[in-house]
């Protein structure tokens, strides 16, 4: 039977190191892709909880700078992405860790300008350079910026 390799089937290969493991045949595993796909775990968590935030701030910059546009369509959103995210840090406690790191903050508001512009036309400019909402705002069910 051919090896398989992390390189030419990542899902044959995760299977056949799920196999590995749980034979207990340690000296077979792939150790440093082991290692990897691990931290590609976390990385994956981070990565749904910035693109969850960048869409709840984007479609709070929207309620606020598109007063005539707002609808419940947005206010669907805005409630799902808060309830998506409180369900990931609720899974995930340290991931409130990104939440007190002022440089994620700083990308992920600029990953909300660049779609809140994007969907609303909306100048960079007429937009405020730093998220003007404290974290308890954002995240509370009863804040819609005016």
Known sequence: MATITYESDVIAWANEQARLLRAGRFDALDIEHI??????VGKSEQREL?????????HLLKWQHQ??????S?????????KAIARRIAKTPS????LQDADWWEG???D??????GETGIEFDRLPSACPWSEEQVFSAEFFPD
């Not at 290692?35 to 590609?40: F, H, L, N, T, V």
């Not at 947005?74 to 808060?82: A, G």
């Open 50 to 58: 910035e693109s969850r935030m960048a869409v709840l701030l984007s």
């Open 74 to 82: 947005w206010e669907r959103t805005i409630k799902e992405q808060r």
């Open 67 to 72: 007063p005539e546009r707002r609808g419940s």
């Open 108 to 110: 992920v508001w600029g």
């Open 35 to 40: 290692a990897d796909e691990i931290e590609d």
């Open 95 to 98: 991931l409130k860790a990104d």
């Open 112 to 117: 909300a300008l660049i779609k809140a512009a």
